[in-house]
């Protein structure tokens, strides 16, 4: 995990300097956090996430109003007592879970067509789900567009957390942040990137969600690095500072979703999954016998 950090901080210094040359870039090894508690019955990408959402309850301005995009069921910042918080909305697009859990929602909705007035928040979060919108028939553009409508002028910020090397569309898959970041950078400033790992943790979600090793891979050995990537968090803060940038919107439609979820793959990764997924099956055939 050391060279494939020291490679991808290489890599990412160098990305954003051609676009942003004021970002801050901060690497966070959350096995030295002092004041946070890891706790080991979940997941890295559960613990940088709770970690996150903490720290940023921490550091709330006084009488600020927020919205969660994809809240789900369990929110730590909706569910916080946090006194300088004003109003907390959360959105999702469900009512409830694929548990059947009901969602934290009190707006119905989705990231493309918030239905809030422009200029009201001081703050957005979104924990996670960045990477699932294209599932939706929704571009990070279009997305991000929404977001800073209802952001607040001059003085609004979007805090949002994806992973890296697990799931999702092709860019979070294998770490392309250019692209993420020049899709953000259309409508918001990025002031800060964090990049939240451990180092003690070797966590390879990606081979946990069945992607090919070449979905991951192929892209960083184009940028020259070769080491295999444990799956990690990566946070952007983005400031409004700018009127919003008109773009166009296309008619989409959610019977559309699974078209999306696949047509980033080829040929040889939908085969893959396909064959990984019989194999769990017939392996679960075999257990119970």
């Known amino acids: 995990m050391n060279k494939f950090i020291s490679e991808y901080k ?67 910042i909706l569910s916080s007592k946090n006194k300088f918080l004003l109003k907390k909305d959360g959105l999702d697009v469900h009512e409830y879970n694929f548990r059947g859990e009901s969602t934290l ?7 493309d067509n918030i239905p809030i007035r422009s200029n009201q928040y001081d703050y957005c979060v979104s924990n996670q789900s960045m990477e699932h919108w294209h599932e939706y028939n929704v571009t990070l553009a279009k997305g991000v567009y929404e977001i800073a409508r209802v952001l607040k002028k001059k003085s609004g910020k979007l805090i949002i957390n994806f992973p890296l090397f697990l799931h999702g569309k092709r860019e979070f898959v294998n770490g392309n942040l250019k692209y993420i970041i020049k899709e953000i950078s259309k409508f918001l400033c990025i002031s800060n990137i964090n990049i939240i790992y451990s180092k003690k943790d070797n966590y390879y979600g990606w081979k946990l969600c069945n992607q090919p090793p070449s979905r991951v891979q192929n892209y960083l050995k184009s940028q020259g690095i070769y080491t295999t990537p444990n799956s990690c968090v990566c946070e952007i803060i983005a400031i409004k500072k700018i009127d919003n940038i008109q773009i166009t919107k296309k008619w989409g439609d959610n019977f559309k979703r699974l078209v999306n979820v696949y047509k980033d793959y080829t040929f040889y990764e939908i085969l893959y999954k396909l064959v990984i997924k019989l194999r769990k099956k017939i392996w679960k055939v075999y257990i119970k016998k």
């Open 10 to 76: 290489i890599f990412l210094i160098k990305e954003t300097k051609s676009i942003n040359e004021n970002i801050d870039i901060k690497f966070i090894n959350l096995d030295v956090q002092k004041t946070f508690d890891f706790n080991k019955k979940e997941s890295l990408l559960h613990n940088s996430v709770d970690f996150l959402n903490k720290k940023l309850l921490k550091n709330i301005n006084k009488n600020s109003n927020l919205i969660e995009i994809g809240c789900g069921s369990n929110s730590l």
């Open 105 to 111: 929602n009190n707006l119905i909705g989705s990231v």
